[in-house]
């Protein structure tokens, strides 16, 4: 059972680059969510898709963009990446929305260092 | 807004106690727990729902006082393996959660 699994696991950027994260699960959750993860900054959320079709921003959006693709597929892009943007990024799913009391489901995360 | 973890950092000798807590300055509707270990990912340990009822997971127990919008988290003598970053993670009332910056709890034998 993968549950939720992200590619690439690291990644070296140059500024100005762009690139797409991606994140899958096979749990049939209809939620997922992207966060990033900074030393002493715990986890604060980039977007989220509450359900297919739908996409919100999270606390820190500013130089992201988002793709629900489908039901299992949710992809973080960064148009033009910023060394500010180094971090490690890790996507989450869960059944539903934090209100229905389901745990989130984290993968293993993305090591991204821009130059 | 960002609830509050506390303390930031703990170190303790295998077999004793720990308290780790949350406060939030808004209304809380539940508080997740969950505990991430050195390179890995966070790993979902419980959810505390209004009403005060105190949920267990192994050797480790929470409560959430919803009047105080505080949750705390209990570690009873605590095992190498409770080693790792614990995080609160909030339910303000929208579809996510909003997560604390995390208490390092590091375990000796």
Redesign the interface.
């Known amino acids: 059972n993968a549950g939720v699994t992200q590619t690439p696991k690291f990644q070296v950027l140059k500024t100005g680059q762009s690139m797409t994260l991606q994140c899958a699960q096979d749990m049939n959750h209809n939620s997922m969510y992207w966060y990033r993860q900074d030393p002493g900054m715990g986890l604060r959320l980039i977007y989220y898709s509450a359900s297919e079709g739908t996409t919100d921003k999270g606390e820190v959006p500013n130089g992201y963009n988002v793709s629900r693709l489908n039901k299992r597929e949710f992809s973080l892009r960064l148009e033009s990446a910023a060394p500010s943007q180094t971090s490690v990024y890790f996507c989450a799913s869960s059944a539903q929305g934090p209100q229905s009391n389901q745990p989130q489901h984290f993968g293993d995360g993305t090591r991204l260092s821009i130059l | 807004q960002?609830p509050v973890q506390s303390p930031q950092a703990v170190i303790l000798r295998e077999g004793e106690d720990a308290v780790i807590n949350c406060s939030s300055s808004k209304a809380l509707?539940?508080v997740?727990w969950?505990r991430q270990k050195h390179g890995?990912?966070?790993?979902?340990l419980m959810?505390l729902?209004k009403g005060g009822e105190q949920k267990g997971h192994e050797k480790i127990s929470a409560s959430f006082n919803e009047k105080k919008q505080q949750s705390s988290l209990y570690l009873t003598a605590s095992q190498l393996s409770y080693s790792g970053t614990y995080?609160c993670?909030t339910?303000q009332?929208a579809?996510?959660?909003?997560?604390?910056?995390?208490t390092r709890l590091t375990i000796n034998p």
């Not at chain 2, 890995?40 to 979902?44: D, K």
């Not at chain 2, 579809?95 to 995390?102: R, Y």
Request: net charge negative; glycine share 16%; aromatic share 20%.
């Open positions: 960002q509707y539940s997740h969950y890995e990912a966070p790993v979902f959810i729902l995080f993670g339910d009332g579809q996510k959660l909003v997560f604390g910056q995390g």
